[in-house]
């Protein structure tokens, strides 16, 4: 069955960076490409862009452009996403999502929570 | 791209159904057969419950209906139970990008 299982929780100090994974297991990776949704502490679902996991090419959702980098690792079947210079307002749980066909996110990590505290 | 409407709070109770509304623009819910429906219970991850305006994935009850009427899109839960208690939330997809809604609480009375 398809899975996408995420890194462990993370708590950086503000100004460090972060890299989170989702390794996919029970499909193609490469035939889907890959979701970055974000959720704030009792906030909604954010969507922080996709990347195309044929090319490796990053689309970024306004507000997620410059310290935000989206990556992959096909060998291991592993999408990355690596936040930099991190600030208080990045603490959130950060999802990987595959998506199904066009902007339909059928299977999701558990979530991995970043908290950036002093 | 702004979030798309929804109610901030929904309820019923068993048995009955409730519906819950997503409102956008032509650009994204008006423009576009993408609409698709998570459900989130506390701590977990989001579930796809609708995709393409009104299309189930298999295991998803029939309970679960989704329709369009111009730019606005509805999720409708018949036969509430109380495992529907959970936070609902709507997407589109956009020309550039995909857009959520800011999440409806359903509480089951």
């Known amino acids: 069955q398809v899975q996408l299982v995420q890194s462990g929780s993370e708590l950086k100090k503000p100004g460090a960076s972060v890299k989170v994974s989702c390794r996919a297991s029970g499909y193609t990776f490469t035939s889907y490409a890959m979701n970055w949704v974000r959720q704030a502490p009792g906030q909604g679902l954010e969507w922080m862009g996709w990347i195309s996991t044929n090319t490796g090419n990053p689309t970024y959702a306004q507000g997620f452009t410059g310290r935000f980098v989206f990556s992959l690792d096909t060998s291991v079947s592993t999408a990355y996403l690596q936040i930099s210079s991190l600030k208080a307002e990045d603490t959130a749980v950060y999802y990987c999502a595959r998506d199904g066909q066009l902007a339909v996110f059928d299977s999701w990590g558990q979530g991995t929570l970043v908290t950036v505290s002093s | 791209q702004s979030a798309l409407t929804q109610p901030a709070s929904v309820s019923g109770s068993p048995g009955q159904s409730i519906t819950i509304s997503c409102t956008g623009t032509?650009?994204?819910?008006?423009?576009?057969?993408?609409v698709s429906w998570y459900q989130q219970h506390p701590g977990k991850a989001p579930k796809l419950m609708i995709y393409d305006v009104s299309n189930r994935p298999s295991g998803v009850s029939n309970r679960f209906s989704g329709s369009k009427s111009g730019n606005t899109a509805s999720l409708t839960i018949s036969g509430l139970q109380a495992e529907d208690e959970s936070d609902y939330y709507c997407s589109s997809f956009t020309s550039s990008s995909t857009v959520f809604g800011g999440g409806t609480k359903l509480t089951v009375l």
């Open positions: 032509s650009s994204d819910v008006g423009g576009y057969n993408y």
